[in-house]
């Protein structure tokens, strides 16, 4: 099982009371299993969500003559609520090194993809680099603050998953091809083949409440890619940015667009495995060694470890006898 930040461990312990006496079966425990499964994927998009709420609403509500721009103002409470994530303990330090990665290799995309025309934002504020406003780094960001998130709360687990090498391999060549195709052949479609190819046969298991979910681990593949081209056309329809079919008058991002999305699901997938590594069913996580502070915790931590991988001190210990009891 992987640890849990200290806040969702209380709310787990709370929801674990809560659920203690529910039904485990028949249509009640069904509905049971299915609540909790979808309270675990809204509290794994809570960065995502919080994002997507602040973009309509700045847009939409927030005057666009003021000192501060739309876009300044965006990438403002972006920060906040990074910042909200790590001090309430919904994020750990560990996790936050992933969703830096998808921060920089997202911002570096949308500085290429601006600058050829892919999509454009507003020209204005002083929080940006060249015409991307340093919110969008963010809303990559949004995507591993999700993985990483739903890959503990579900407590994930693989069977069959390819080699890591031949994943990281594959996750490069689809970051190349985002670039590349605006001056060679587009190989998306070939891409898509591999990764069907690669990952066709992986099981991923997922823990709810009582039950674990077996599923192809291309069908959340899809499933995050589509949610995702939602959310896109949330964002566009507010005017955070736009295609260029859709300068003329708002219409909806085009379909062809989710199988980008999914493409880039493969590079957030193999990014969070670079930090926490697949892992089969009933295999435990591998945990951090624990933090030691001050002389008292430290020693320990030493007679602990002395104990567990020492048979000599460990039979020292068995042979001790108890401290005799006063009579008093």
């Known amino acids: 099982m992987q640890q849990p930040t200290r806040l969702e461990a209380r709310i787990d312990a709370r929801a674990r009371r809560v659920l203690a006496g529910a039904p485990?079966?028949?249509?009640?425990?069904?509905?049971?299993?299915?609540?909790?499964?979808?309270?675990?994927?809204?509290?794994?998009?809570?960065?995502?969500?919080a994002l997507l709420a602040a973009i309509v609403l700045v847009r939409t509500l927030y005057p666009s003559d003021l000192a501060v721009t739309r876009n300044d103002l965006l990438t403002l409470v972006a920060v906040l609520i990074q910042v909200a994530m790590l001090a309430t303990r919904l994020e750990s330090g560990r996790e936050l090194w992933v969703i830096m990665l998808f921060h920089v290799t997202g911002t570096a995309m949308e500085l290429f993809k601006t600058d050829v025309g892919s999509w454009a934002y507003e020209a204005d504020g002083f929080l940006r680099i060249g015409a991307v406003p340093l919110f969008s780094g963010f809303m990559y960001a949004a995507v591993g603050s999700y993985m990483v998130r739903v890959h503990r709360l579900f407590d994930l687990a693989f069977v069959r998953y390819p080699p890591r090498?031949?994943?990281?391999?594959?996750?490069?060549?689809i970051y190349a091809n985002f670039f590349t195709h605006h001056w060679i052949w587009d190989a998306r479609w070939a891409l898509t083949a591999l990764v069907v190819l690669l990952w066709l046969p992986?099981?991923?298991?997922?823990?709810?409440?009582?039950?674990?979910?077996?599923?192809?681990?291309?069908?959340?593949?899809?499933?995050?890619?589509?949610?995702?081209?939602l959310a896109e056309n949330i964002g566009t329809a507010s005017g955070a940015w736009l295609y260029p079919d859709q300068v003329g008058g708002w219409q909806p991002v085009s379909l062809s667009k989710v199988s980008s999305w999914f493409l880039l699901m493969i590079i957030s997938v193999v990014l969070v495995t670079l930090v926490f590594s697949p892992r089969p069913p009933g295999k435990p996580a591998a945990r951090r060694a624990p933090r030691t502070v001050g002389w008292r915790r430290k020693t320990e931590h030493v007679a602990a470890w002395s104990v567990r991988e020492s048979p000599v001190i460990a039979a020292g210990h068995r042979r001790s006898k108890p401290p005799r009891q006063s009579l008093r």
């Not at 291309?218 to 949610?227: E, N």
């Open 24 to 49: 485990s079966t028949g249509v009640r425990g069904f509905l049971v299993e299915a609540s909790v499964f979808l309270a675990k994927q809204a509290w794994a998009c809570v960065f995502g969500a």
């Open 165 to 173: 090498w031949a994943t990281v391999v594959l996750a490069v060549l």
């Open 202 to 229: 992986t099981v991923m298991h997922a823990h709810v409440w009582r039950r674990t979910l077996r599923i192809p681990l291309l069908l959340p593949f899809a499933g995050v890619a589509l949610f995702i081209w």
